[in-house]
């Protein structure tokens, strides 16, 4: 172990050095880079390795098993399908965030330690918001600023938990946590954000769809997929995770079915998905985590092949949303055939590699429900069955059909770059691959697999679910019912944070700001007629007393009148004799004695 | 005048409609040939729970499961959820 690298630097590094090349040189370059980071990858042996003393700390910054290395094969593969596929933007911010912040990813899935793996945890959200920014438009601005916030939340969160589990253990080892205490939750809410819970989720559909074409490909592939592998290696077997994953498999579909930006409905199933995976974590025998691992690594490919194929309409036409787009099959066919495989793959149809994985997950479900006490994992497979369907429906036939067939749009543009059809066509190839032939695959899940997809109830019981899926959305566009794409947009639980977080500061403006004037009348009120007050306070008082005393003394009108004008300038002048004037302090001093 | 392509001819349409359905139909019939074989031990069934032998089981949840989804989007979640395009920007 002295002559490899560790692979979250050859990303990170290497990517700082892209703007230093130019033209051809610079492209042979961004895809050298994934490949020789592969090579030293499968050059490390198992094991712990950088061995790194600080203070008081021992750091593992690399730690290599099987479950670690599953997803560091496919983050270099995905990062090489990527960077073949921004190819042509010419951009060096998108290039060098891309290249951090798949570093980012990697350092944290073979990280040894929990200290370590925050640090790249952290480098993650860094190399994501850049990427959302990239695209510089005012709303990609304001997504990136609220991406950052609530993931700079998330990571501390997590730090805190960390901390509290080291002071609790006095171990930074990642080693399975069971949910006692307040570190271990805190841990599990951290990673919990980035895996986009329910209610925790809205930063993933609000921001994703606003970063830049590549930079929704990079973003699909590596955040909430480091979230799954920290749930597989921390809380495997919790069994919260089972119903977590299926809220979060169950109700992004009905949003992806209303929602217009076609990208958008694709983060809808991305949560879909992995909700999948977090079931699978939740469950925890080693079919289940089997399961979850493989769909992990097939959903970062299907899911980037239908980003990127989106990215290219995005690209060509410069639309996203289903109400202008359709027809496209007739001068992007290529596209329209890749996104085609990459719907079919998600929407696990037999031959593709959703179906070779997602199954596990499922059979895990199903065969847990029949241990006794376990009951209730009945309801996650009817569940999870019902999320298999819908996924087919919003992923599998919405995003082709209202791109690239139904209303014809009227665009006549190219086909796309060929380095982008090269990346999706690569990333097709693996997809049918997987499906067609997954030992491969399964030859690197974490566990030895006794499992066969391609029996024939499976087969047909998934074809037919699907079929009479689609035969479902073809009588319902049929007669009209399916709902038609509007220009429109549908709040989600990110409404707490913008929408309230306006209604709060509206709320302070009428209540606080009216406040703050009347404090302010009240106040200087007060000051002026205290200053005019005591402008002649003397005077007055001395005039009160005298006067009362000249009543007494039968002091009359025109009399009284010389008296008290006389009595009051002499004051305010000072010509007072000296007796009288003591006296009226006197009294002014036991008056505010008095009072006071 | 712009080529024609696959799509444009209405007829293509109808076939491609034609061959869904009846693809459909016989899925149904495989499904009760599968039944009937796995229930005389032709083939071994590998089932977890009794209604997926049911026959069209699948085919049936699929569709009504699409069915509500659809629904229940469009008469439940749309007018619950949806706002003008510039809602948060007001």
Request: hydrophobic share 55%.
């Amino acid at each position: 172990m002295t002559n490899s690298i560790l692979p979250a630097l050859i990303f990170m590094i290497g990517g700082f050095l892209i703007p230093f090349f130019k033209g051809r040189a610079k492209s042979v370059y961004m895809m050298l880079i994934p490949v020789v980071g592969f090579i030293n990858l499968i050059n490390i042996p198992l094991g712990d390795h950088f061995l790194v003393n600080f203070s008081d700390f021992k750091l593992v910054l690399l730690h290599i098993d099987r479950l670690s290395l599953l997803f560091g094969y496919i983050y270099h593969i995905i990062a090489l399908i990527t960077v073949i596929y921004i190819l042509n933007f010419k951009n060096d911010v998108e290039y060098v965030a891309g290249f951090f912040y798949a570093g980012a990813a990697l350092g944290a899935v073979l990280a040894g330690d929990l200290f370590s793996f925050f640090i790249f945890w952290e480098m993650l959200t860094i190399g994501s918001v850049m990427l959302i920014w990239a695209r510089k438009t005012k709303s990609s601005q304001a997504a990136g600023l609220r991406y950052l916030l609530v993931h700079a939340f998330g990571g501390l969160v997590l730090l805190a938990g960390i901390v509290l589990h080291y002071t609790e253990t006095g171990s930074l080892e990642m080693l399975k946590l069971t949910l006692s205490g307040p570190g271990s939750y805190l841990i599990f809410l951290g990673i919990g954000i980035n895996c986009a819970w329910p209610v925790l989720h809205p930063w993933l559909t609000d921001a994703y769809p606003e970063a830049t074409i590549g930079g929704t490909v990079f973003l699909s592939a590596f955040t909430t997929k480091t979230a799954v592998y920290a749930l597989a290696r921390l809380f495997p077997g919790t069994e919260l995770l089972i119903w977590i994953g299926v809220a979060m498999a169950a109700f992004p579909i009905f949003y992806a079915v209303i929602e217009n930006d076609l990208r958008r409905v694709l983060a809808y199933s991305l949560i879909n998905q992995v909700g999948f995976m977090v079931v699978g974590i939740g469950i925890g025998t080693e079919l289940a985590i089997n399961g979850a691992c493989a769909h992990a690594f097939n959903d970062i490919l299907f899911k980037g092949l239908l980003f990127m194929s989106m990215g290219a309409v995005m690209y060509r036409t410069g639309k996203i949303n289903a109400t202008d787009l359709g027809g496209l099959y007739k001068s992007m066919p290529w596209t329209a055939l890749f996104c085609c495989v990459g719907a079919a793959s998600i929407s696990a149809f037999p031959l593709f590699s959703g179906f070779v994985s997602k199954s596990m997950v499922m059979e895990a479900a199903a065969s847990g429900s029949h241990l006794l006490g376990q009951k209730s994992y009945v309801v996650v497979w009817l569940v999870l069955l019902f999320a298999s369907a819908g996924v087919f429906h919003h992923a599998g036939i919405k995003i082709p059909f209202f791109a690239f067939f139904g209303h014809d749009a009227g665009h006549r543009v190219k086909e796309a770059p060929l380095n982008m059809l090269i990346a999706m066509g690569i990333a097709a190839f693996l997809c049918i691959f997987i499906g067609t032939y997954p030992k491969p695959l399964y030859d690197l899940l974490p566990f030895a697999v006794d499992y066969h997809p391609y029996t024939i109830s499976h087969v047909l019981s998934q074809t037919e679910l699907l079929f009479f899926s689609a035969l479902a959305f073809a009588l319902l566009l049929l007669s009209g019912i399916y709902p038609a794409e509007m220009r429109a947009l549908n709040v989600d639980a990110d409404w707490i944070y913008r929408k309230s977080g306006k209604a709060l500061y509206n709320a302070f403006d009428t209540v606080l700001n009216p406040l703050n004037a009347w404090c302010d009348r009240v106040v200087r009120g007060t000051a002026s007629r205290t200053a005019y007050f005591f402008k002649d306070a003397g005077a007055k008082i001395s005039l009160f007393v005298a006067v009362n005393i000249w009543l007494l003394a039968g002091h009359r009108d025109k009399w009284l009148e010389i008296k008290k004008k006389k009595l009051y300038n002499d004051i305010m002048q000072g010509t007072l004799p000296a007796g009288i004037g003591a006296a009226v302090t006197i009294t002014f001093i036991l008056l505010v004695y008095v009072l006071i | 005048m712009e080529k024609k392509h696959v799509f444009d001819d209405p007829r293509n349409v109808k076939r491609l409609l034609k061959i869904f359905f009846s693809s459909v139909v016989i899925l149904l019939i495989l499904d009760g040939f599968y039944i009937v074989l796995s229930k005389t031990h032709v083939i071994h069934s590998h089932m977890n729970y009794q209604w997926e032998g049911f026959w069209g089981f699948y085919a049936f949840y699929g569709f009504v499961a699409c069915v509500i989804l659809v629904l229940v989007s469009k008469y439940i979640l749309r007018p619950l959820v949806k706002r003008e395009e510039d809602y948060y920007d007001k």
